[in-house]
DNA sequence: AGTCCACAGGAAGGGCAGGCGA
DNA sequence: TCGCCTGCCCTTCCTGTGGACT
């Protein structure tokens, strides 16, 4: 009987396989949607990618270009166009033979470059050292890097995505560091490209970091609605098979990234998703209507995917919060307190501090899950008033931690 | 003007896992 | 195996604080 269910089973899944395999998608080429994909002209970004190369030019005669911070919010194109500019340079590397070397690191990397010693380790790993994830002093890893890097004769450019990210988890010390990097070497030098999405991140700098970091800076305006539909539809017309996009998509996309802050990887996020939609409901055509589901999709799925995620203790938290805050009344962290208490008694969970439990609750709301702020109720103290947002799915939410919990 | 609440949040340090060389 | 190093998560101890109340 068993089998006989099994095989059904399989040849089901088979005709589902073959079904999908000969049903025509919308897409041509899906790749062109992803973030990593390098489109073979980058619009409206022209200008600033004409003046990052004036401004790295030197290094073509191993003279040592000023250092340079790019700044601007998520999806203006900074990385793209650094990475563009990277690789006309690693052309001429190769024709002319320039001993120039260009790293890139993302500082949001988890478990490769979120802290100085990953980060560090990783740069010298780029240079061709073997470095061990830890053990060793870190002092001794900055001296294999500069080794590394000061074997030979050469120009270095090290770009430092998301830098912002690096200070927040270990301090200005490494930046600090990075930027003092020349006085350590004798036959070569190292110039910094930051880039970063937070536009007050230099400000907040040491002030010693932020003179060395910024002796140049480029700022990447968001791009209007029009300029992002030129994008798309640039995109749209690579990534897409022919008439497959109904009238208004692309315009609805656009629209909607635009109203956020003119971000052009949302804007891709929200067509690719699109389309995906209209494949999943064997549609031939994108419509506006599959463009409004991609953008109810896109965040939910990014909200539980954020939940589902977080290590037991802050799901505990965060089922806390949910349940004790009845909707109308804001909620204070004695309350949530003493609900997680008693459910860790519950769940044979080891109950954290409050001190503890105050950071994850201020880390939920960086996460954007909730809303916390500190306020005062005068006479009865000081404490954070936590707000579950009308927007999130708090029964859905609440439902995936019960599973996670096991309550 | 002073008090006092209920925390926020900084600093220091403990304990652990993971890795190294001797 | 041991001593030493790291990052990470956490506790303990502490000082600071906005504003209602007196």
Redesign the pocket.
Known sequence: MRSCGVFRLQQELVQFLEDFASKKSVFKNKKVFQPSYKPATILHRNDLIEQMAKILAPVLKLEKPSNLFVYGKTGTGKTLSVKDVAEGFNKLVISKNIPLKILYINCKLK?IS?????LIAQLAREFGKTI???????DEVYKLFFNAVDESERAVILVLDEVDQLTK?TGSELLYNLTRINEELSKSFVSLIGISNDLNFVDALDPRVKSSLSEEELLFPPYNAVQIQEILNERAKEGFAKNKIGQGVIEKCSAYAAREHGDARRALELLRVSGELADRSNNQKVTTEHVDEAEEKIDRDRLLDAVSTQ?K?AQAALYSIISTSSGKQPI????V?EFYKELCTRTDL???????L?????ELDMLGVITAR?I?????????EIVVPKTLQAANIRRILQDALNL
């Not at 061990?132 to 002093?137: H, R, S």
């Not at 080891?350 to 503890?356: A, S």
């Not at 105050?358 to 201020?362: A, E, H, M």
Request: charged share 30%.
């Open positions: 478990r979120d802290t100085e010693y990953r061990p994830p830890t053990g060793l002093p870190t988890k290590p203790q204070f962290t004695g309350t307190y080891r109950p954290l501090t409050q001190r503890r105050s950071d994850i609750i201020s500190v005062s109720k005068g006479r009865y103290g000081r404490t954070r």
